[in-house]
């Protein structure tokens, strides 16, 4: 079932996409009638697959990738023969493919020269100049029981000088105190609820949070251990930072192509269009 599925969607691309020819080496892997069939153009087949056939590598449809490709070669041998390329049809389905393949090569010419790895660092060092750009985390544990009272007796036991841990332990409802004591190691702001993060983020470190904070789990003790900033590296930055550039290098390449132009605009049935 997967080798027909293959096979289909193969055939389908293939009409579509024209076969790169790749640098040397580029080995011959079949000849057609005369024709050869480079691995670049396997190679062009196998991008052109949907997502879900690329899950490995090539030689793992290497055999009906490869057939598939061959037949192509066989088709479009047969449409040269019949003279469909004299076909005005055929010949206006050719240039409208043609002009799409120039305005994509346009636009991503532009984005890979505006987004080189020196630009990219530029893009970055300049966002890591802005503020926010480091990311606060702070270091906390919680116990969380299921009522206020509960919660605040656990605050006086605190303060009269309880372990935390064993508390814990002994008391809250989240499974994974049992083992860790309700430490919750570091966190972003934007990974615990709003409640509990307003509250994490307010108490002083090295102190237990003199109120008990209720959220949609309960009710939390929580003591803040430390609280520290962290800079977010170049390579966790760095999609971020390529689709914001590629997203200015087009908005400003349209722009650019705009200046100067004279454009009429008309109604579907091609009257004169009004504002």
Known sequence: MRRI??????????????PARAETPDPVVAIVNGTQIHKSDLEAAYEAL???????P????YDPLLDQVVVSQLVLAAAEKKGLADDPEIQLMIARARDNVLRDGYVKQAIDQGTTDEKLHAAYDAMKSQPGFA???TH??????????????????LQEGADFAALAKEKSTDPSAKTNGG?????????????????????????VGATPVKSQFGWHVIKVEERRQSVPTFEEKEPELREQLSREIVTALLADVRKGATIEIFNLDGTPKTK
Do not use: C, S
């Not at 949907?50 to 490995?56: A, D, K, L, N, T």
């Open 5 to 18: 599925a293959l096979a289909t969607t193969a055939l389908a691309v293939l009409f579509l996409a024209a």
């Open 58 to 61: 090539i030689e793992a449809i």
């Open 183 to 207: 430490d919750l190691g570091f966190f972003k702001r934007d990974a615990m609820v709003p409640e509990f993060a307003e509250a994490a983020f307010t108490i002083e470190p090295g102190t």
């Open 50 to 56: 949907p997502e879900q056939y690329r899950q490995g």
């Open 135 to 137: 990311i606060e985390e």
């Open 140 to 157: 906390a544990a919680h116990i969380l029981v299921a009522d206020e009272a509960e919660a605040n007796a656990i605050i006086k036991q």
